[in-house]
Structures are given as structure tokens and as C-alpha cells.
């Protein structure tokens, strides 16, 4: 955002769907977001959905790849490039995840990657940006350089650092560079990172084999040369198939021994410090939203509601084969699915008043 110049009052398109980070990449540099609907079977921003929030104000699309699966980058450049507004990736669960056969995180002008510790590339806490111009790297990279040299010792700017940009290198600065520790340990990372996601990928199909006659939920399908890196898995539930809610389906899951979980809870425009009602702290990164007498309180996004509703996910740190894991997640989903009328008996009674 900061080598595309994004600053106050621009407006981002992106998605309620996703991590708050997201978003708050965004707010941080004092623009809007504007929030977007998506597709209800992965949660992933909706082109369509996009197109209808453009405005003269829009600078940019910020695009999260949710789960590690690959947003629809042709589409969204496409109606980027028609608009002349940027196109910023959030890849933060996708690393070397590829829509159409090219890895995310190359079709916008930029992107943003985080390497915390549960992500498919991951260490301690750090991560990285990609850019498309060597101009909106360095632009973005002003924020990391320590004014240094022998006369101003610190840390002194980095190799490459090109010369026009120099006079604005100053210490009003983020430090958002990782430790060397951590680049190091990536590096190492990085060269299993393509084996690991295959693995990621293989074990859902072998378990989705096995999980033919279930019902209840189903997983997203991906176009011919659209992999995704499944930091998670979403799964959908079926409320009409199962004929219980999800939350009782969860609980038997769990029972089960299926550490499943509902990633997202609460879309994004409705996160209580984004409202103008807001009583907690002030933060300097909900203060621009006031300022510009933005109010998401009527905004209704149903494809977000209906995947809210109807996801389960399960973390998917499967980067060999696991054939014994799948077969007992496998027996779960099936034991659940056999058993469907006695969870319903069990629905009655907990919830009789
Ligand atoms: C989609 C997404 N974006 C951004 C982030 C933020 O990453 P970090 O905590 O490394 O800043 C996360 C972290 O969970 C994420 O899942």
C-alpha cells in the first residue's frame, strides 16, 4: 500500500472474508475499505461483486487468496486494468499456491505474505512483500530504511537502494524488515514448500475419496490449473442434507476427535472497533473511518453471510502423505453421516426448553 502510494481517504476494495490483516493494511495507511461480496462456496472475493463498489475514489483492489486458495486474478485484473486502479494480493495462507498455473502474489502490482508460524511458509513471526516494478518496491521499502553510514550509525539502507529516493529516507519509519534469523530459516523453507503443498493437496483428495456417500458437506472444487496451498480446509455444511445445525454437526465432529472450528465468525464490516459507536480504545487505524464518516452498520453482503453460516475448516498441515490420518478423518465424517438421526434426537432434547 505504501509503494502505491495508497493514503487517505482511497478507497480499497476487498473482502469482509478474510483475517482482519487484511484489512487493516488498509486502514493503517488511512484509506477505506470498501467491502465486497464473495463466493459463497469458497469465500473468495467475487469479480462480479467487485465491479458494482468501483468508484472515482478507488485506488486499488486488495485480494486475501483465503485458506490458501487462489482468488479469480484474471478476472480481477481484468476489471483492474479497464478501471486503472492497482491490484494488491494478500498471499498470506496461499505461498505457492497458482491460479491458472502462475503463482499468486504475481498477477497484482504488489503483494503482501505473512510467515507467522502456522502458514504454509512459515517461521517464528515475519514476512515479505512481491512487487511488480522495482519503483513500488523501493517506494514501500522507504519505510524499512534506517538512515545509517558512519556519520549516522544504525542500520544503513538497503543494497540497491536507488539514489532519487535517497533525500526521503529519514527516521519517520515502520521497521517492517524480518530478522535475518528468520529470512534464513524460510530460505530453508522455501525449497520444500512446493512438495509440501502437493502433499496438502494430495491427502484432501485421497480423503475426499473416501468421503463419497457424505452428504452433509462438501468441499470447494478448483479449475484446471488452479491449486491452492490449503493453509485450511473449508468444508460447507449442509444444513438441509443433514437435517441438524452446525453447530450440532461441530460438536459430534469434535466429540469425534476432529479439531474442526469456524475460522471466520464475524465478517469484517461488522467487527465492533470499525463502527462508529465503537466505545473501546481509540486506535489510530479506525480514527480515518470516523473521520471520513464512514458507517458499515447497513452494508449486507448475503454470499458473505451464507459462508459464514455454512463453513467449517480444519487446519491441513498434512505435508506428507498421511494415509492413516485420512482414514480416520474419514471415519469421523462417515460415523456422523450414519448416525445423522441420532444427532438429531440429540438436537431435540438440548435445545427442548
Ligand atoms: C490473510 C492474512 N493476512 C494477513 C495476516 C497477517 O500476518 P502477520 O500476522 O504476519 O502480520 C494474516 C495472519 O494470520 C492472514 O491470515
Not at 258 to 266: E, K, L, M, N, S
Amino acid at each position: 500500500m505504501i509503494g502505491l502510494e495508497i493514503a487517505d481517504g482511497d478507497e480499497v476494495i476487498t473482502s469482509p472474508y478474510s483475517w482482519g490483516a487484511t484489512t487493516s493494511a488498509i486502514l493503517v495507511n488511512n484509506a477505506i475499505p470498501v467491502f465486497a461480496d464473495v463466493d459463497p462456496v469458497t469465500g473468495l472475493l467475487d469479480p462480479g461483486m467487485i465491479a458494482e463498489q468501483i468508484t472515482a475514489r478507488t485506488r486499488a483492489i486488495m485480494v486475501p487468496h483465503i485458506y490458501g486458495q487462489p482468488a479469480n486474478m484474471t478476472s480481477i485484473c481484468e476489471i483492474a486494468e479497464e478501471h486503472g486502479i492497482f491490484v494488491v494480493e494478500d498471499g498470506s495462507q496461499a505461498h505457492g499456491a497458482r491460479h491458472r498455473g502462475q503463482r499468486v502474489g504475481g498477477f497484482g502490482h504488489a503483494a503482501g505474505f505473512s510467515c507467522m508460524g502456522g502458514k504454509p511458509l512459515g517461521t517464528t513471526e515475519a514476512g515479505y512483500m512481491l512487487a511488480a516494478r522495482p519503483e513500488i518496491y523501493w517506494k514501500a521499502a522507504i519505510s524499512c530504511q534506517h538512515p545509517g553510514g558512519s556519520e549516522a550509525p544504525g542500520r544503513s539502507s538497503e543494497l540497491g537502494f536507488p539514489s532519487e529516493l535517497a533525500p526521503y529516507i529519514d527516521s519517520l519509519l515502520y521497521t517492517y524488515r524480518p530478522s535475518t534469523v528468520n529470512a534464513i530459516l524460510l530460505v530453508e523453507q522455501l525449497v520444500k514448500l512446493d512438495a509440501e503443498n502437493e502433499a496438502r493437496r494430495a491427502n484432501l483428495a485421497d480423503l475426499l475419496d473416501k468421503l463419497s456417500g457424505v452428504r452433509s458437506i462438501s468441499v470447494p472444487s478448483y479449475r484446471e490449473g488452479d491449486e491452492p496451498a490449503l493453509h485450511m480446509v473449508t468444508l460447507n455444511f449442509d444444513v438441509e442434507a443433514a437435517g441438524v445445525s452446525r453447530d450440532t454437526y461441530l460438536t459430534a465432529l469434535r466429540a469425534e476427535g476432529v479439531p474442526a472450528f469456524v475460522y471466520i465468525q464475524t465478517p469484517l464490516h461488522r467487527a465492533p472497533r470499525l463502527s462508529p459507536r465503537t466505545t473501546g480504545p481509540r486506535v489510530m487505524w479506525t480514527e480515518n473511518l470516523r473521520r471520513h464518516g464512514v458507517d458499515y452498520t447497513d452494508l449486507v453482503l448475503p454470499n458473505v453471510d451464507r459462508k459464514i453460516a455454512a463453513s467449517i475448516e480444519l487446519n491441513w498441515n498434512y505435508i506428507d502423505a498421511d494415509p492413516a490420518a485420512m482414514s480416520s478423518l474419514a471415519d469421523a465424517f462417515i460415523k456422523l453421516e450414519e448416525n445423522l438421526d441420532e444427532l438429531r434426537t440429540y438436537e431435540r432434547k438440548t435445545t427442548a426448553v
